[in-house]
């Protein structure tokens, strides 16, 4: 393999990775590495929804404007930025979260390749940083001497801790 550099916009999303105004929103260098190599070694480029974690803003950008939370970003999914939805989606968990996460500013999403280009459009002053959310991998379907512990087993064993009536086993 040889050396090349990565300078230029990414081959997916479109951004400059390299010429990225010091005020811009700041981007996961992983997904800069991913996306300037054409996500060769994750299997190919995306088709389709990409999850995302998303760090908001303090507050809206306008000038005297609410507090930004996930719970407000949510909301605004529903109402005034509706159209927004197709290139971002949030759970409705964030519209409704527990009362100690009323005022996260931290949320997930699944978004589309225009979010790349809405980052530095609709999005500027609201995404303060964003980050690709790498899947959860499936648990191995052979034994290798790493997982000598089936999940069955596992299963099992948690089953009979959390469900200690026989009527549910």
Known sequence: MSWQSLAGGGAWSGLNWIGRAANSTRADPYLAWADTTAFAHLGGQPTGWVRVILELEAHWPAVGAPLLTAQTFAESLEIENATWKTWIRVSTVYR?????????????????????????????????????????????????????????????????AFVPSPIFR
């Open 96 to 160: 409704f979260p527990p009362h100690d996460l009323e005022a996260s500013r931290f949320l997930t999403a699944i978004v589309t390749k225009q979010f790349f280009t809405e980052i530095d459009g609709a999005l500027k002053g609201i995404v303060k940083r964003f980050e690709l959310v790498n899947p959860a991998q499936r648990p191995p379907t052979r034994r290798t001497p790493c997982s000598w512990v089936s999940w069955t087993t596992v299963w099992r064993s948690l089953t009979n």
